[in-house]
């Protein structure tokens, strides 16, 4: 082998060696020699490449505008005397591939100065781009989480004034009355934009990469329950429904609680969102055993018009949104991704054009079970419980009925007091929701107690204990806040008739 051979297999090596795509011509523009890396990029094989015109084979555009950038020529080298540049270029390749790249003309000059061809050397920044995506939108959600953790502090302040001087103004004024019902919904509507107070939390928990989430077990069908319960009504509206089974026989996740409401309710609004015209959202849940770790898999599906492979594979970039109606900044599916991330676990989703979508959002299983020790049954006593929202009345009575007791149920303050004329000589312990509609709280347990002077109570509310601890003037009374809780609500309650018994035997004795 002549040392023009090794020079060959030598430069051949190099050329091979080179990550980025080389492409050389003569001084007529056509092909004489790529690399590996620039094969790739152009989509052609060396024997097809060489002796084509390169502005025939290599095809860079501006991603800006999308107009093509004119491949120069040893000519045109020769009377700028400069290099050629143009970075974070598209490289559409014969086959159809797509990347972005950096590239560089240079003139290959002879001895006496004159341009004798042209190199081409192309750089693929695809990989360096999204890193550099992906911090900058690290940056922007840090942002928007530092400002909506501030929104909330301040939301939180102003809202905890503006309750505690209606719960005042309420207790002051004459229940039927125009002013006393305005600050009854005062009352009300307080109490939902709590709601909005922790989702604004929760964004900025996940938007931070300083917070750490509060992960611990986790029950998944109350969760469910709560989101559900949150949204059905404004989606009814829109003619959207939900279907959910199997969530109730769902073992512990391990989750940040309010997030996963969070979540939840960023999945369905985003569900809704693909159902303009109406439709279901399913909810359901299963085991999964992946790597020998065992996790808790929730799936929320809808039927609506799905999204293409395009759409799909950017879905959980943060800020991209098809939602025209700008209501959306795009940062729903971010949160859910990066929330659930966080507690060790991952999201995947699944979708096609008018067959609807399905994200399912994997958990790590809690080790702690289930609690299965027996709720203490009691001895069939007959209770009331008086709430005028139907969710948490029912939910009340699910506990209390499994507990054994016998309940009767009212959505009034005249409900009320008809129930309790009635069966006066039977209820031993009434649970009654402190913001009631109709007869004034304070009057409605006035009355109670003057049918029954042994009368326990149990007060349930949204609120903290001291927005209503006017209510709570007399020791025998007790309090549960809200979401109801089924050990505290049967503690409660068997604490009052513990109480009660203690009057009824010292009145027997005295």
């Not at 989480?145 to 309420?170: P, R």
């Not at 809780?485 to 027997?508: C, D, I, N």
Request: net charge positive; proline share 4%; aromatic share 6%.
């Amino acid at each position: 082998m002549d040392s023009s051979e090794k020079d060959a297999q030598w430069l051949a090596l190099v050329l091979a060696s080179i990550t980025d795509g080389v492409l050389a011509t003569d001084k007529r523009g056509n092909v004489v020699l790529l690399n590996r890396a620039a094969e790739k990029l152009v989509g052609l094989g060396a024997r097809r490449a060489n002796g084509a015109p390169l502005r025939e084979i290599l095809h860079l555009e501006d991603p800006a505008t999308g107009k093509s950038h004119r491949i120069p020529t040893a000519r045109a080298l020769q009377s700028s005397r400069s290099a050629a540049e143009f970075p974070r270029s598209i490289c559409t390749a014969s086959s159809g591939g797509r990347a972005l790249v950096d590239a560089v003309f240079l003139p290959i000059r002879g001895p006496r100065g004159r341009v004798d061809g042209v190199v081409a050397m192309i750089r693929d920044v695809s990989k360096l781009a999204e890193k550099e995506r992906v911090a900058q939108d690290i940056q922007r959600i840090e942002a928007i989480g530092s400002m909506a953790a501030s929104i909330a502090k301040e939301f939180g302040d102003y809202l905890g004034t503006i309750s505690g001087h209606a719960f005042s103004i309420v207790d002051n004024l004459l229940p039927n009355t125009r002013a006393h019902d305005d600050a009854t919904k005062i009352l009300e509507t307080t109490s939902y934009a709590s709601g909005l107070t922790k989702r604004l939390t929760s964004i900025a928990t996940a938007g931070s990469a300083g917070e750490k989430p509060k992960v611990a077990p986790v029950a998944l069908d109350r969760i469910v329950t709560d989101a559900v319960d949150i949204l059905e009504g404004g989606f009814a509206q829109q003619g959207v429904s939900f279907k959910v089974r199997g969530c109730d026989t769902a073992p512990l996740a391990m989750a940040d609680e309010q997030q996963l409401l969070d979540c939840m309710i960023n999945l369905f609004i985003n569900a809704a969102d693909a159902m303009p015209n109406g439709g279901v959202i399913t909810v359901d849940s299963s085991r999964k055993m992946i790597s020998r770790e065992d996790y808790v898999v929730v799936r929320v599906r809808d039927n609506g018009r799905g999204m293409s492979r395009q759409v799909l594979d950017r879905a959980f970039e943060p800020f991209f949104s098809t939602n025209k109606t700008g209501r959306s900044v795009g940062l729903g599916l971010t949160v859910v991704q990066n929330s659930v991330q966080s507690w060790g676990g991952f999201v995947k989703a699944r979708s096609q054009p008018n067959r609807g979508s399905s994200f399912r959002v994997f958990m790590k299983k809690a080790k702690a079970a289930r609690s299965r020790k027996k709720t203490p049954r009691s001895g069939g006593e007959t209770l009331l419980i008086v709430d005028h929202r139907e969710h948490d009345r029912n939910q009340a009575q699910d506990i209390l009925r499994g507990a054994g007791y016998r309940v009767h149920a009212a959505e009034s303050a005249e409900q009320c007091l008809q129930l309790f004329e009635k069966h006066a000589k039977e209820i031993r312990v009434s649970i009654i929701d402190a913001f009631i509609p109709g007869e004034a709280g304070k009057i409605l347990l006035e009355k109670i107690t003057e049918l029954d002077p042994t009368a326990q109570i149990v007060m349930t509310s949204g609120f903290s204990r001291d927005y209503i601890r006017g209510y709570l003037e007399r020791g025998a009374w007790d309090f549960v806040q809200k979401p109801l809780e089924p050990e505290q609500l049967l503690g409660s309650v068997r604490r009052a008739l513990s109480k009660r018994s203690t009057m009824l035997e010292k009145s027997a004795t005295g």
